[in-house]
């Protein structure tokens, strides 16, 4: 039962655009959320988190937008860069709860 | 702050045998996670310790399967009579509180079973 939907798996884009990648989830108790980035051959690093209080959160080039009617969030990468390539995962949370519910991951291309 | 550390990195073993995972957390992390990613998906839950106490395992970690955090530092997962469908990459985390925080993750051992 998958309650993290990553829909699009992969996402070419040209160096200097804006990424967007999108995520929906199911469960109604989730009400903390995080986007996570991964290189090859390494571990998931965090790159930002929305709490459902909120409707944007935004970090440098990064900017996480919550729909929580939709039940829908996505993330902005503006402007994307080279080294933005990489495998971008989408997790949920219940904020009162430990396991994180991840999405099956979006891999950007950022093309020069 | 080392980062989560994962040993080792690669693991190669054929169906039937054991295997033994280690997970160093970040020093002053009290919370160490286990998950499991295959191909094309997002990391999966499955198991979660506080301390030395393992608190939550998933119904997807079977009796095959079993995870120590003795004195509540390292932890270790071990696989037995491993088969094919085992194969994934086994991913440690840790992290501080458990509301609202972020997990750190390892660089994950790599298990092939043949």
């Known amino acids: 039962d998958q309650q993290v939907k990553q829909n699009s798996p992969s996402l070419s884009v040209q160096e200097g655009r804006i990424s967007i990648l999108n995520c929906d989830y199911t469960n109604s108790m989730f009400d903390y959320f995080l986007w996570y980035k991964k290189y090859p051959a390494e571990g998931p690093t965090f790159l930002i988190s929305?709490?459902?209080?909120?409707d944007k959160n935004e970090d440098g080039r990064f900017t996480v937008f919550l729909n929580k009617s939709a039940k829908h969030l996505s993330l902005h990468i503006v402007p994307s860069q080279p080294g933005d390539s990489a495998v971008y995962f989408c997790?949920?949370?219940?904020?009162?709860?430990?396991?994180?519910?991840f999405g099956a991951g979006t891999t950007v291309t950022v093309r020069a | 702050d080392t980062g989560v550390s994962q040993n080792p990195r690669h693991k190669i073993t054929k169906r039937g045998q054991n295997v033994t995972f280690r997970c160093d957390p970040i020093s002053e992390h009290n919370r160490l996670y286990w998950y499991r990613q295959t191909l094309g998906q997002g990391p999966e839950f499955l198991t979660y310790?506080?301390?030395?106490?393992?608190?939550?395992k998933s119904r997807l970690l079977s009796d095959r399967f079993s995870a120590e955090r003795p004195k509540g530092s390292f932890s270790t997962l071990e696989i037995q009579r491993t088969e094919q469908g085992d194969s994934a990459m086994y991913l440690c985390a840790s992290s501080l509180r458990t509301t609202n925080e972020k997990l750190f993750f390892g660089s994950g051992t790599q298990l092939s079973v043949l």
């Open positions: 997790a949920a949370t219940p904020s009162n709860d430990y396991k994180l519910s």
């Open positions: 310790f506080q301390n030395e106490a393992q608190l939550e």
């Open positions: 929305i709490s459902s209080i909120k």
